[in-house]
């Protein structure tokens, strides 16, 4: 009996510590938060976050980690979605990544850094868990290939163009803003304008003649 409490009492610490650096890491970022910060909103003692999670660091990682992760298994739904077409599942995916990134602004340099300090680790939960390229979302796109709605193209472009479209504007936001001398809140407004224009032009990257010209 005292074991069980004992856990269900961790359980609960450290969901309370989890969700204060949730709040606090999405509000600030990471830069701008104090351990002592995140124990303040959990309503504990430092020490006590300490025994728990070891740093800022550590704890910031495994925020990131469960909340991309959360939002993947959304995204699969979405790719592996037979009832909608391949416009509306580009117009969805895009949507989603722009809302997840405008919430959590530093989790696409968290991304990145995953993929280049444990790139076939990442790749392969992330995989596991998306199975993109065996999604109805590939099928669908090589399927309109064959009958000749698109031209073929290797789905590494599409994907590569896809996700860059969408990644880089909140990676390169500082020089983005500083170079076309654009305000945060300009730019906030700019990253909302590009969930209708991105689809725009992956569609018509997709409907493109460019691939062939090259081959």
Do not use: C
């Amino acid at each position: 009996m005292a074991k069980q409490l004992k856990k269900k009492i961790d359980q609960t610490t450290e969901e309370k510590i989890k969700i204060a650096a949730r709040k606090l890491f999405t509000r600030k970022g990471f830069a701008a938060v104090k351990t002592r910060d995140i124990a303040e909103e959990a309503g504990i003692n430092l020490a006590l976050l300490n025994y728990y999670f070891r740093s800022k660091e550590k704890l910031f990682k495994l925020i990131m980690e469960e909340s991309f992760l959360q939002f993947v298994k959304g995204i699969a739904e979405q790719f592996n979605d037979e009832n909608t077409n391949i416009d509306e599942k580009i117009e969805k995916l895009v949507e989603s990544y722009i809302d997840l990134f405008s919430q959590y602004p530093d989790l696409p340099l968290f991304i990145l850094s995953e993929l280049r300090e444990h790139p076939d680790a990442f790749s392969s939960r992330l995989d596991a868990v998306t199975g993109i390229s065996r999604s109805v979302f590939v099928k669908q796109i090589r399927e309109a290939m064959k009958n000749g709605v698109y031209p073929e193209m290797h789905t590494f472009h599409f994907l590569a163009n896809m996700m860059s479209l969408i990644v880089f504007p909140f990676i390169g936001s500082p020089m983005l803003m500083k170079i076309t001398d654009i305000s945060v809140k300009q730019y906030q407004e700019m990253i909302q304008e590009r969930k209708k224009m991105i689809p725009i032009w992956i569609k018509a990257m997709l409907k493109s003649n460019a691939y062939k010209l090259i081959k």
